[in-house]
């Protein structure tokens, strides 16, 4: 069956601290993945997402970094987290375009910066 | 651009009073919409999409392409409808989600 792992659930960084979020999806191939970041009363603001190994499109210049070293894993990483970074980070994938089936959700990780 | 807009951040309904969460779009295209809801402690998940027609839980959502607006809507509000709501538009091609910030219904017993 098809699912998907994102890990840690939570993790409490200090500022300036780096930043490794992974995501592995299991069950199917070539996926799009995204990431998203959930904040209160912001919606679900994209932050990058993957068509394929490699190649990785930015929605929101900042601070943060995504790579796709695997057909289903997708990292997001930052060299030095900055206070405002907090939030839930949510990945998420789909098969082929979101439009036909939409996504599929992990179950996201709380960072809190310090 | 396209864009999602959710008007209400808050909706308190009593339990068996019908609901609506509103959903207006700006897209010059045919979008694909869909609803996405969050249980309290559980995964973002995909309640219902456009393009099936379908009738979840009770709950329905019909694309007005007049007033661009995806409205969902259910008749008779349950406790367990509690939840985060998304709304989410797709345009043509492999294009992320665009999602609304989302409404908070609470069912009041």
């Known amino acids: 069956s098809q699912t998907i792992h994102q890990w840690p659930a939570t993790l409490v960084q200090p500022v300036g601290s780096p930043l490794s979020l992974e995501c592995t999806v299991e069950?199917?191939?070539?996926?799009?993945l995204y990431w998203y970041r959930q904040a209160a009363g912001r919606g679900l603001q994209l932050l990058f997402y993957?068509?394929?190994?490699?190649?990785i499109s930015s929605e929101v210049p900042q601070n943060l970094s995504a790579s796709r070293p695997q057909d289903r894993q997708f990292i997001l990483s930052s060299k030095k987290l900055l206070l405002s970074d907090s939030g839930f980070y949510l990945c998420?994938?789909?098969?082929?375009?979101?439009?036909?089936?939409?996504?599929?959700f992990g179950s996201g990780t709380r960072l809190t910066v310090v | 651009a396209q864009r999602v807009t959710q008007p209400e951040k808050l909706l308190s309904v009593f339990k068996g009073a019908p609901v609506e969460l509103k959903c207006n779009y700006s897209?010059?295209?045919?979008?694909?919409l869909f609803w996405y809801v969050q249980y309290s402690r559980q995964r973002l998940q995909l309640l219902l999409r456009h393009i099936s027609r379908e009738s979840i839980k009770g709950f329905t959502a019909d694309l007005n392409k007049g007033e661009t607006s995806f409205h969902l809507k259910k008749p008779f509000a349950q406790e367990e409808d509690s939840a985060m709501y998304y709304c989410?538009?797709?345009?043509?091609?492999?294009?992320?989600?665009?999602f609304g910030k989302g409404t908070r219904l609470s069912v009041i017993a």
């Open positions: 993957s068509v394929g190994i490699g190649q």
């Open positions: 989410a538009l797709q345009n043509s091609g492999n294009t992320p989600l665009v």
């Open positions: 998420a994938w789909s098969v082929g375009p979101a439009r036909f089936n939409g996504y599929t």
């Open positions: 069950g199917t191939s070539n996926p799009n």
């Open positions: 897209y010059s295209g045919s979008p694909e």
